[in-house]
């Protein structure tokens, strides 16, 4: 069983950056691929990015490639997001989640644990 916290979240002005950090506890992390997801108000919970378990291969939505950033620290058990350029559209509850198959998978539904979730508003 693998325990996941999110942090970091905030209230930050379009444009600005933001680093949310995931800690796992429990389980390996290091055996798990570590995804990203948001549901903003009114939406469906939506992928953001994905990090395989060696860390060298991740994957982006449209939405955010070549602003957001993820990267891992097998030996802290953490996940992040760095989130750069940000946009109101970006505001949302972001989780992360743990893919015990390392399947890379944009689907929820691959994902087995979850963290609650942390807000990001992005003002205008």
């Known amino acids: 069983q693998v325990q996941l916290v999110e942090s970091g979240g905030g209230l930050v002005q379009a444009g600005g950056s933001l680093r949310l950090s995931c800690t796992a506890s429990g389980g390996t992390f290091s055996r798990n691929a570590m995804g990203w997801f948001r549901q903003g108000p009114g939406k469906e919970r939506e992928f953001v990015g994905v990090i395989r378990r060696t860390g060298y291969t991740t994957d982006y939505s449209d939405s955010v490639k070549g602003r957001f950033t993820i990267s891992r620290d097998n030996a802290k058990n953490t996940v992040y997001l760095q989130m750069n350029s940000l946009k109101p559209e970006d505001t949302a509850v972001y989780y992360c989640?743990?893919?015990?198959?390392?399947?890379?998978?944009?689907?929820?539904?691959?994902?087995?644990?979850w963290g609650q979730g942390t807000q990001v508003t992005v003002s205008s």
């Open positions: 989640a743990a893919d015990p198959v390392d399947s890379g998978m944009h689907y929820a539904s691959w994902y087995e644990y």
